[in-house]
Every structure is written in C-alpha cells, then in structure tokens.
C-alpha cells in the first residue's frame, strides 16, 4: 500500500507534462485565485492519509503539515497570480519554505521512527506538487523548463554531461574517501534495468525540480545565465547533501561530490529545452554510483 501511495504522488507530479492539466488548472486559478487554497488542504489531507497508513496519523502532525504547506501559499498568494512571472522576492522566500523544513526534517519528533522514511517521501511528493501547483499553475515562472524532451539534444547533452563529469566525480570521489574503486555490478540485470525508472521517477527528477526548477532557475532570473549563477546554485545543492550519511555528519565528502554534479546538472538545465535532460543525467550519475561503487 505504501508503494502504491508514492506511485499516486509520483503519478500526479508526472501529469504536470500534460499541456491539458496545466491549463485546466491554470484557468481554473486565473478565474478564482482564492481555490489555491484548496491545494494546501488536500494535500494535508493526502499526507494524513499515508501517516493513518503506516500507523502514524496524530492531530498534531497534520496540524503542523498543512501550516507548512499553507506557509509558502501565503508568500505566493500575497505576490499575485496570473500570466507568466519573473519571480520576485515573496516566491523565493515560499522556495525556501517549502525546502528547507524537509531538509531538517522538522517534526520528525511528532512521526514514529519506523514510519519516518516512508512519510518523508511522502511529504517530499506534496511539497513538489504544491511547487508545481504554485509555480506552474497559480504564478507560471518563466523558465522552469517543465515539459517533455522536444528534440534529441535534450538527450544528447546529458550523454555528453555524464561522459564529461562522470571521470571527475570519480577521481575526486576516490581521493577523498568518498567512494571505494569500482567494482563490477553484482546484482541481478533486471534490478539494475528497474532502478533506472525508480532512480529518476523517485530521486533525480523531484530534485531537479527544487534545485534546478525552482532555485537555479530563480538565480538566473535575477543574476543571469552566468558562471556566478551556475557555482551558485551548485554549491546550495551541494550543500544539501552535508546531511546525508554514509560518512560522518557534516559530511563534506558528500557536498563536494554533489556540489561537481550539481555544476554538471546545472549547466545541462541551461543548455536543454526540457528539465528532464538533467534529471537523466541526475539519474546516471545516481545509478552508477549505486552499482559500481
């Protein structure tokens, strides 16, 4: 069951490349924007779902998720809806808000420890799709690429984005303990084949609409296209990673394998016409690393 609430969320975040869901929800909030409001509260109401699932639901926790999902709403609510954006100081801070709560993990103390990672992907999945709510439907910004590959360069630059950093990402991985030598794979072919969907469906594309979507894409409205705006964004993403193990926390390993990716990741958002050309090479990267080292 909790596998089929992720694929439901996953599903959601997915219909947002429909042309014909993003304007029916884009007429709908242009005709009355006070039904944004209404995404916060289902979305509370999803999330309580899952924690009644997985044994966790408690009042106050579904207290304190639709306050964090009704926080950045308000910013943006307060900025004004309507046609296509340069997004302005209130959407940056309702970006952080929706981030940096899940970055924390606040109040994990108010989620039993068995259910904590399921819930946390679950929160994750309404805060990506409140994003898109916010920022794709309510106040469309420009340039957050949210569409299908149009043409075979948005294939071709993660290629050449995961031939020209994959070397480097090994090298200084090596060096500084981050990763062991490479090994040959030793899990069967189909987990490797299935984990490719599950990687970019599940870690790689979500990221890349927060990092890359939203704060990336935000930092170039306002600095430009420039290398200023790329190691920028890179290092907030690398940053993200101190608190990830498997090394001791802060871990500064991690930060900077992420913060090279990142430069790598950014550069193709730029360069391609679609956000999924550097959620594919998010994935590869990813994927690699899970099965050679």
Known sequence: MQALVLGLLLAAVFSWFVPAVRNGVRGALRENPRRIWAAPAVLAAVFAGAAALAGAFSPALTAAVLAYLCLPVGCVFAAGGGGPKRAGALDFAAILLLWLPLEFAAGAPLVPRPAQGFLHSVAYGTAILLGLTLWLGFRPMEGMKFDPPRRGRDFGLPALGFLAVAPLLIGVGMAIG????????????????????????????????????????????????????????????????????????????????????????????????????????????????????
Not at 257 to 267: D, L, N
């Open 178 to 293: 981050f990763i062991p030598p490479p090994h040959a794979p030793n899990r069967p072919a189909g987990t490797m084949a299935a984990a490719v969907g599950l990687i970019f469906a599940g870690t790689a594309l979500p990221e890349e609409i927060l990092f890359r979507g939203l704060i990336q894409n935000f930092l170039m409205q306002r600095w430009g296209s420039g290398w200023r705006t790329l190691v920028a964004a890179s290092v907030i993403f690398g940053a993200a990673h101190l608190d990830n193990g498997p090394q001791a926390l802060p871990n500064w390993r991690y930060m900077i394998e992420a913060t090279i990716a990142g430069v790598a990741y950014g550069r193709v958002f730029q360069k391609a016409s679609s956000i999924t050309s550097s959620a594919l090479l998010h994935m590869a990267v990813d994927w690699t690393k899970h099965f050679f080292f």
